[in-house]
Structures are given as C-alpha cells and as structure tokens.
C-alpha cells in the first residue's frame, strides 16, 4: 500500500514475498484440515496459523474453499515431484513410496475434504474434479516407476488395484498408528505385484 | 406408561414393539449418516425419519454419540450374517460380496463416523475400539470364506490387503460411481489372490 513507484530493481521482492505468502498460507491450511477436520478448517484459523493478516489471506484466497482446494492441489503436486525422484528403484521401493503417499498428512487433509464435500452440493463438483486430476497422476507415475507395460492385460487392473489398497492402508491409519501392519501387508504385496508384472 | 398388571401372555408385545423401535431407529441412524454425514446426523433427524418421538428416541439411546456407534455395530453384524451365508462360492464371488461390504451405505456412514471421530476426542477411543472389532469379524470371515490357511508364510498380509484394497474401493465411490472400474480392479485381484493362496 502506498509504495505506488514503479520498480526498476532486477528481483521483484514484493512478488517473491507475495508467493512466500500463497505458499504460506497452503502449507498451513493442509495441516489444519489434516489436523482438525473441515468443520474447524476456516480462513482466520489458516491466517493464524500462516502468521498472515486475515485480509492478507483474503487476497490471495476469496472463499474458503478455493484456499482448501488449492492447499490440497500444491502439496499434491509436491508430492508428485518427489515421486518422480524416484526412477531407478527397485519395485518395493517404489510400492513403499506410493503407500506412503496415502498415510501422511496430505491424504488425511484430503480425506477429510472429501467426505466434507459428499454432503456439500457446492463443493463437490470441484473436489471430485481435483481428485480424479491427481489419481490419474499417481497411476500414471505408478505405472511409470513399477516399469509396467500397460498393454499386457490385467497389468493396469493391478496397478490401479494397488492404488486403491494403498487408499485403504491410508484409511485404516486414520484412527490408529498400524504401521507395524502395513509394512507387512505391503512387503506382502510387493512380492505379489512383482511376480504378477513379471 | 400406567400399565403395572403383570403380563400373563405368551407374547411380550410391549418388548417387541420396543425391540421393531429400536431397529428403525437404528437403520435410520444409518442412512442418516450415510447421506447427511455426522454434521447433519441428529437423534431429532434420525427419530423423525423412523417416524418415532424424541422423547422414544432418547429412551433407548441416551446420548448422539451412543445412537451412531451402535447403528453401525447393528448393520456391521447384519452384514456379517449375511456373509455367513457365502459358504461353498467360489473365491471370485467371495471377493465381490466383500468388496461390496466396503461400497455399500454401511461404509459410507462408518466413513463418516470415521472422520468424525478422528477430530472429537470423546468419540475416538469408542469408534477405534468399534472399528477394530469390526475388522477383525471381516478378516476372520474373510480367511474362513476364501479357504486361506493363515498357518502359511504371507497368507494373513495376503487378505488383510485384500481387505484394505477392499477399503480402497470404497473411498473410491465416495464422491463418483466408478462400479464399472472397481470391476475389473476386483476380477483381477481376485486372479492374483487365487494364485496366491494356491
């Protein structure tokens, strides 16, 4: 406000804070929804949380679903990225990776927007959009780093099939820490996968 | 109420009206927290849809939280019955009846329940224990239909995937109907299970 001179400098501080802020402002308000659900999710909460005024968040976010949808597409696509750093690993690796995915705090931001937007006629259009986005992502990435040849047939069953255990791992953690158990349900299947892709 | 003449009859017909209550107010409680969720699940709404008074309502649930977490007791052990009856079907049939258990109404509202319970501190040691319970009838049921000796190495991690793939599914409906997609998924994780358990 105020600073209305044209800038000449070669960094455009007020556009890098700008994006500090944004980028602020969506790490907060995954770990709030992961944390306390859509019901205690607001813009105020975030802001707080982002150390960001409320009119600040206010400007980059007008409603409080478009801070929540775009929370839980940019740490998607971080994690995305990360996958990608795995090429070259073996397959339980990778498998390990892809549940992984699913039991941190990102899937359980995202778990609560979805059952949130089932009951929200306004939200639900645009969640069952984002979602469909970035499971098509991770199967595609899934298919890529398993090294599975999508023309054989059963081959992308078995990899979507994987896909939807490693949601189902990512549920059943929701309430209590079964880690001890995934990791043997996952070596388990690991070995399975691997005999059925050949 | 007034009625204090002991009963001489061979029918207790005041116990079976009170036990029919109970059953409509229980599958109510259900499809309540199927459709609306556990924001919009009420007693009053849950007592209205079953055509019961409150006051009746309150009678045999005395709290919210009470009503829910036997609503989906009562239909898990309904649907456990159900799958008793399964014995002697082929593993591919045996794997779509339990596939089915997770994309039903009953998933949906113990989803909800889930959710719910993962942010309230006094209905989270109730739901997990709930929860837990449950499981382990599907994955005993599941062992028993599917013919699998858990006496084997892998054969346990084999159906608790199974299972948690099963979970996944069911996620995977919450928002869009993909019954056509989890049909192949489930045909060939059941070929990959069958040849896993020999």
């Known amino acids: 406000m105020g600073d209305l001179t044209p800038r000449t400098g070669d960094t455009p501080p007020k556009q890098d804070r700008s994006r500090a802020t944004r980028r602020r402002l969506l790490e907060a308000a995954v770990a709030c929804?992961?944390?306390?659900?859509?019901?205690?999710?607001?813009v105020s909460v975030v802001a707080e949380a982002a150390g960001v005024s409320r009119g600040a968040a206010q400007h980059h976010f007008r409603t409080?679903?478009?801070l929540f949808l775009a929370a839980v597409e940019y740490v998607a696509e971080e994690r995305s990225q990360a996958l990608r750093a795995l090429g070259g690993r073996s397959r339980?690796?990778?498998?390990?990776?892809?549940?992984?995915?699913?039991?941190?705090?990102l899937f359980r931001a995202?778990?609560?927007?979805?059952?949130?937007?089932?009951?929200e006629p306004q939200l639900r259009p645009r969640v069952t959009e984002l979602e469909a986005r970035v499971g098509?992502?991770?199967?595609?990435?899934?298919?890529?780093l398993l090294g599975a040849?999508?023309?054989e047939p059963g081959v992308r069953e078995t990899v979507q099939g994987l896909l939807d255990m490693a949601r189902g791992l990512g549920l059943a953690t929701l309430l209590t820490d079964d880690a001890a158990r995934r990791q043997r349900v996952v070596a388990q299947w690991s070995r399975l996968l691997d005999e059925a892709l050949g």
Do not use: Q
């Open 33 to 42: 929804l992961a944390e306390r659900g859509w019901s205690g999710s607001t």
């Open 64 to 66: 409080r679903e478009e």
């Open 92 to 105: 339980a690796e990778v498998v390990e990776a892809l549940v992984a995915l699913y039991t941190g705090p």
């Open 110 to 119: 995202a778990l609560h927007l979805w059952v949130a937007a089932s009951d």
């Open 136 to 144: 098509r992502e991770a199967h595609r990435m899934a298919v890529e």
């Open 149 to 151: 040849d999508e023309a």
